[in-house]
């Protein structure tokens, strides 16, 4: 998990530093300290680096979202 966090981390500080279509995934791989096969070990794209949550904040959303939405049932 933690490699995970390093290399979502460091993709994300690059984003924003240099812009999404700037930054490739060996300088991830290189910003993260891992080989660009370990990149791919936790990630598919670039693109998802941005979309996947890893499980703590897919559980904090779920929270989020089960706390804060009421759906009423039919005839109630």
Do not use: C, K
Not at 23 to 39: H, K, P, Q, W
Not at 43 to 53: C, G, I, L, Q
Not at 55 to 71: F, G, K, N, T, W
């Amino acid at each position: 998990m933690q490699t995970w966090r390093t290399i979502r981390a460091a993709s994300l500080t690059l984003f924003e530093e240099r812009g999404f279509d700037a930054v490739t995934i060996d300088e991830i791989a290189a910003a993260a300290n891992v080989a660009r096969g370990t990149f791919f070990n936790y990630f598919e794209s670039r693109e998802a680096v941005v979309v996947t949550y890893g499980p703590h904040e897919a559980e904090v959303q779920r929270s989020l979202i089960a706390s804060s939405v009421h759906i009423p049932l039919w005839g109630q």
